[in-house]
């Protein structure tokens, strides 16, 4: 993707990240499951692009049997990527009074899992689409127009020991006239309260070494029907791209603790 042809990789990689790295592991086989909610994330990467994204989400998972599943999730968020600073210092053409460029992202996602009491496995497909509205000159260089399809294929496997669960996922995003990317992510979870949850992890996103923490919240006070989780990674290569990640979600029924809610019914 390019603004007048310029800092593709500035601008792609950052997208891409909040495009396809929802991630969420395996749903349970207890019952049926709905949650709604806001996310938003920011992704600064130094000496180029710094993009801000607001958005939603919903997901749900369906069971088939007693060890079988099937969960889905779509997400959508509006984005704006920062350019008139890294232009103007590069020596490019004036932008006039447009500081920003808007993104639209819609992603959807499907996994059949297989759930057992001491962890679960799960694959799955997601579809996301980029559309940019930055104007006639700004398209994505490997389609030559303003929208990028990314097709996803994942696993995922958790381990269940204690109050903790170890992690692990492998990841093959397919870039519409592209390359593809394969991303292996390991997380560990430390659960020190049933309602809170504290989660290193460690990714090879874009051939980077990315580092990261999570902390979920679920209060009890509340019914155990919303929850709300920040999250912050770091890449620790150069240039250096760090995300911050909010979100709040409610959760429709199954009013559970939030270490019940991840074993069983997310």
Same mark, same amino acid.
């Given at each position: 993707?390019?603004?007048?042809?310029?800092?593709?990789?500035?601008l792609l990689l950052p997208l891409l990240t909040l495009l396809g790295t929802d991630g969420a592991?395996?749903?349970?086989t207890q019952g049926s499951t709905l949650e709604a909610g806001m996310i938003a994330n920011e992704v600064d990467t130094s000496g180029s692009t710094s993009v801000g994204s607001v958005g939603?989400?919903?997901?749900?998972?369906?069971?088939?049997?007693? !060890?079988?599943?099937?969960? %889905? #999730?779509?997400?959508?968020?509006?984005? *704006? $990527?920062? &350019?008139?600073?890294?232009?103007?210092?590069?020596?490019?053409?004036?932008?006039?009074?447009r500081s920003a460029c808007k993104f639209d992202s819609t992603d959807g996602d499907i996994k059949l899992f297989a759930h057992a009491p001491l962890g679960k496995i799960a694959?799955? !497909?997601?579809?996301?689409? %980029? #559309?940019?509205?930055?104007?006639?000159? *700004? $398209?994505? &260089?490997?389609?030559?127009?303003?929208?990028?399809?990314?097709?996803?294929?994942?696993?995922d496997a958790e381990v269940y020991l204690g109050d903790f669960t170890l992690a692990a996922s492998r990841v093959s995003?397919?870039?519409?006239?592209?390359?593809?990317?394969?991303t292996n992510t390991f997380t560990a979870s430390w659960y020190p309260l049933d309602s809170l949850r504290v989660s290193v992890s460690g990714n090879d996103l874009y051939?980077?070494?990315?580092?990261?923490?999570?902390?979920?919240?679920q209060p009890e006070a509340l019914g155990n029907s919303l929850g709300v989780y920040v999250g912050y990674s770091s890449s620790e290569q150069s240039p250096r791209t760090s995300i911050l990640n909010f979100g709040v979600m409610y959760y429709f029924g199954q009013n559970v603790d939030l270490k019940r809610r991840d074993r069983e019914y997310r």
């Open positions: 993707m390019a603004i007048r042809r310029l800092a593709i990789p500035g592991m395996a749903e349970s939603a989400r919903l997901a749900g998972s369906i069971p088939l049997t007693n !060890y079988l599943g099937v969960a %889905l #999730s779509g997400d959508y968020l509006n984005s *704006s $990527v920062r &350019t008139r600073k890294i232009l103007e210092e590069a020596g490019g053409p004036p932008l006039g009074t694959i799955g !497909y997601g579809l996301g689409q %980029l #559309s940019s509205s930055c104007g006639d000159d *700004s $398209v994505f &260089t490997a389609t030559g127009e303003d929208k990028l399809t990314t097709h996803r294929y994942s696993f995003t397919d870039l519409d006239g592209g390359s593809t990317l394969d051939g980077q070494n990315t580092y990261g923490f999570t902390v979920e919240h």
